[in-house]
């Protein structure tokens, strides 16, 4: 069965500061991968898809790398702001794509002004 | 594009009553819905994906005659929680997605329920 997890739980930077959040899985067997922000009581916006074929994904001040064969995503954030304060969560899709996501538990993550 | 709305946002129920949570795709045609709950500080875990026309299928450990789903159309399923319980209190997230390509999903805004 896969497991998602994502370290570290909780994050809290000075504005400005570049970052990375981490993200494992334990079946590198991955159709595809995504990072979803999520704002308190709201739902999921996705950020970035990288397909299984991919290495990395690119929008704006963010961008995701995927290491499939071990089992590792990051998602790189540039010059943070204090909107950028959300949780950030990661899922995988197994199998041939048909499959619903299996998500992390997430990393919260606070910009401080 | 991809809008995936929910209604209700928020609702409040007694227990033993039964309470349905709409999900629709506004801009495109959903072959598969997704209902996902959500617990505090938890991560999302999928109840059930259902494909239009077909039978929900259900994770281990849901109770499919507790949350009944319906993907009658296209563009719309539903999930009932029927008999509610305090238990059932939780985030309701919903997601769509058309069959191929990048198997993309899209979620809804979620739906607060809480079972008094």
């Known amino acids: 069965k896969q497991e998602v997890t994502q370290i570290p739980a909780a994050l809290s930077v000075p504005e400005g500061e570049n970052l990375v959040l981490n993200c494992s899985f334990t079946?590198?067997?991955?159709?595809?991968l995504q990072w979803f922000r999520q704002d308190p009581g709201k739902g999921l916006t996705s950020l970035l898809l990288?397909?299984?074929?991919?290495r990395e994904q690119t929008s704006g001040r963010l961008n995701a790398s995927l290491d499939k064969s071990s089992g590792r995503s990051t998602l790189y954030i540039a010059a943070s702001q204090p909107g950028d304060s959300a949780t950030y969560l990661c899922?995988?899709?197994?199998?041939?794509?048909?499959?619903?996501?299996?998500f992390g538990k997430g990393t919260h993550l606070i910009i401080q002004p | 594009g991809a809008v995936v709305s929910q209604h209700p946002s928020r609702v409040i129920c007694k227990s033993g009553t039964s309470v349905k949570i709409e999900c629709r795709s506004l801009?495109?045609?959903?072959?598969?819905m997704f209902w996902y709950r959500q617990f505090p500080k938890k991560s999302l875990m999928l109840m059930a994906t259902?494909?239009?026309?077909?039978?929900?299928?259900?994770e281990q450990g849901v109770e499919k005659d507790k949350f009944l789903i319906n993907h009658a159309s296209l563009t719309l399923s539903t999930l009932t929680v029927t008999s509610a319980h305090p238990e059932d209190s939780s985030f309701y997230i919903c997601s769509a997605r058309v069959a191929g390509g990048r198997y993309e999903q899209y979620f809804g805004p979620g739906t607060r329920l809480t079972v008094t």
């Open positions: 899922a995988v899709r197994s199998g041939g794509g048909a499959d619903g996501l299996t």
């Open positions: 801009d495109f045609q959903a072959t598969t």
């Open positions: 259902s494909n239009e026309g077909s039978k929900a299928t259900y």
């Open positions: 079946d590198s067997a991955i159709y595809n």
């Open positions: 990288i397909q299984s074929s991919q």
